[in-house]
């Protein structure tokens, strides 16, 4: 079993950054590829950014160029980076990995674990 716990979440206004966490327990990451998801009220779960394990990447695309993940294994933490923060980016931001050697991204339901979610909001 892995968990997962996000943090870094809050209240920002249009144009700021936020860096948020992803902290795991009871499995080493080394092995995972890790996404950062988000669901806004009234729609559905959607990927921003994965990371496989061997370090490549994926990104939403509107998220391309404002998003950075990163992991660190030896921390056992997923890192989400972003910058010039929209309103439209207001959502529960979670953390997920997903086992096994092949890897899909953005799909959702091939992620075995996930944390609780961490809030972000951004005013305009």
């Known amino acids: 079993q892995v968990q997962l716990v996000e943090s870094g979440g809050g209240s920002v206004q249009a144009g700021g950054s936020l860096r948020l966490s992803c902290a795991a327990s009871?499995?080493?990451?080394?092995?995972?590829?890790m996404g950062w998801f988000r669901q806004a009220p009234g729609k559905e779960r959607e990927v921003v950014a994965a990371?496989?394990?061997?370090?490549?990447?994926y990104y939403l695309r509107s998220g391309k160029g404002r998003f950075t993940i990163s992991r660190d294994n030896a921390k056992n933490t997923v890192y989400l980076q972003m910058n010039s923060l929209k309103p439209e980016d207001t959502a529960v931001y979670y953390c997920?990995?997903?086992?096994?050697?092949?890897?899909?991204?953005?799909?959702?339901?091939?992620?075995?674990?996930w944390g609780q979610g961490t809030q972000v909001t951004v005013s305009s």
């Open positions: 997920a990995a997903q086992a096994g050697v092949r890897w899909t991204p953005a799909v959702a339901e091939r992620y075995d674990y």
């Open positions: 990371i496989g394990w061997s370090g490549s990447t």
């Open positions: 009871g499995r080493t990451i080394s092995s995972y590829a």
